[in-house]
């Protein structure tokens, strides 16, 4: 099987349109690298060449500066779809990862079909987590000095506290003491290493970045550069194959809208970060056979104005795709994109009609619109408060289940070491530490953003996540009640994550659905009304 029939098991290689309907991946949304000018680098970093090995003497570059084989900035947000179907050679077996194809166009063709027939009651399954992670001491539990405090013996857990150590010395303003501990720590840490060493690669060189006050600056430097696209969507479509983590959102946030507008003839869907389109694709096809016949649709398409370089093209490239889905399928449809920033977005703009069922959809978006700690207007309540009061039949969210909006610096970095400790495990289980894919994956996909959340603050730090329970009181406060995913779609994720490790876990949470990595829950999906 091709990579364009694994990354859209919704659409028969019989049927295959002429386009690569590859899932965007939301967490690629504008620039978010940020590295360190230091001439000593906070991170040494393998060169990633074709005859790259781990044993190999290392470079002197941070993997996160400009000049560095290791560095390319990621511009824009969402996927990035390509203008013709490009071969990448990734140089590695797909297969030692992908899913199994069957199983995965088994599960997503029985979602697409049941949930347009009546309502099927499916017995909730118990949720099991045998293996549990431990928990990252808070260093504000525990005042003693980070100089003498005793590490415990564990290998992760001395990685963990000298990485805690050094920002607190960083915390304090105590840069004398940061400096020494940050040699020390590095060390301790490689982008080769197991999950932890990786992870406090990337962190320490936001610590460094942090010190030198240089995050804002690389960031808005980068807003101007293009990335390599190809590139980019290679390492971004791997990521996509070995995680459930977007297949969940997107499964969730459309099993709640296709049992929404079941019986509706009209629907208007708004997607306030379209990125490819990709969302919809298995949605079309599920409304396009219903019982009955299609309904019309309108789309209109919101993304800001940066993102053609994610895309390699403006919006017309995916009203294009969507046009020649319309043909193919025989559905009604018609596409309207919007070039804007989400918080700009205004009732007028959106052509809300009278008769039409109106479908919100937040795909890891949210987070990136400020709130009232970043803009005294507010942005991220208002535009909440602004679609409730476009009354939609469904409001669907999707967002990373961490806590780093408000929190302090310090509270931050821990949570942030916890979060992307789990993501990294999880990634360990299907990418080898030797691959260079793997570090591709990682530094190209994840690392920006951990760097992000580390060295930049204001407004330059958009990486702002907050956990389920405040989105819902902010939801609540805009007048929004819970339109609980059923369920059916829950068995059906639960099917979808048999094709990956154990580990996963699902939890249903007052008709939200939380996917995580052992104890750590690490997405969110939830629907509202």
Known sequence: ????????????????????????????????????????????????????????????????????????????????????QPDFDFDFDTSSYALS??????????????????????????????TKRVRIQNPLENPISYLTRPVRQDPQNIIKQM????????????????????????????????????????????????????????????????PESNELLSYMRILYDICPYFKFGYMAANGAIAEAVRAENKIHIIDFQIAQGTQWVTLIQAL??????????????????????????????????????????????????????????????????????????????????????????????????????????????????SNTNTTPFLTRFVETLDYYSAMFESIDVTLPREKRERINVEQHCLARDIVNIIACEGKERVERHELLGKWRSRLSMAGFQPYPLSSYVNSVIRKLLGCYSEKYTLVERDGALLLGWKNRNLISASAWH
């Open 1 to 84: 099987m091709d990579l364009h029939q694994r990354l859209n098991p919704g659409v028969s290689s019989q049927s295959s349109l002429p386009y690569n309907f590859s899932p965007e991946i939301p967490w690629s949304n504008s620039t978010k690298s940020v590295y360190s000018n230091s001439s000593y680098s906070p991170l040494s970093s393998e060169t990633l060449s074709n005859n790259y090995s781990p044993t190999e003497p290392t470079s002197s570059h941070s993997p996160l500066e400009p000049n560095s084989p290791l560095f390319t900035p990621i511009i824009g947000s969402g996927f990035i779809p390509p203008q013709t």
């Open 288 to 401: 396009a056979a219903r019982p009955g016949g299609p309904p019309y649709i309108r789309i209109t398409g919101i993304d800001d104005p940066v993102s053609e370089f994610a895309r390699g093209d403006g919006l017309q490239l995916v009203g294009k795709m969507l046009e020649d889905m319309s043909r193919k399928f025989n559905i009604p449809l018609e596409f309207n994109g919007l070039s804007i920033y989400a918080s700009q977005v205004t009732k007028e703009m959106l052509d809300v009609r009278e008769g039409e069922a109106l479908v919100v959809n937040f795909s890891l978006l949210l987070h990136h619109t400020p709130d009232e700690s970043v803009d005294l207007e507010n942005p991220r309540d208002g535009l909440l408060r602004m679609v409730k009061s476009l009354n939609p039949k469904v409001t669907t969210i999707v967002e990373q289940e």
């Open 101 to 130: 194809h069957h199983n995965m166009h088994q599960t997503l063709q029985q979602i697409e079909t049941v949930l347009m027939a009546p309502d099927l009651l499916t017995e909730t399954e118990t949720d099991s987590q045998d």
């Open 163 to 226: 990485l805690i150590r050094c920002a607190e010395a960083l915390n304090e303003s105590k840069i004398d003491d940061f400096r020494i501990l940050e040699q020390e720590t590095r060390k301790l840490v490689s982008i080769t290493g197991d999950p932890v060493r990786r992870v406090g690669a990337y962190l320490l060189e936001g610590l460094v970045a942090r010190n030198e006050n240089t995050g804002t600056n690389i960031y808005r430097a980068l807003k101007c550069k293009e």
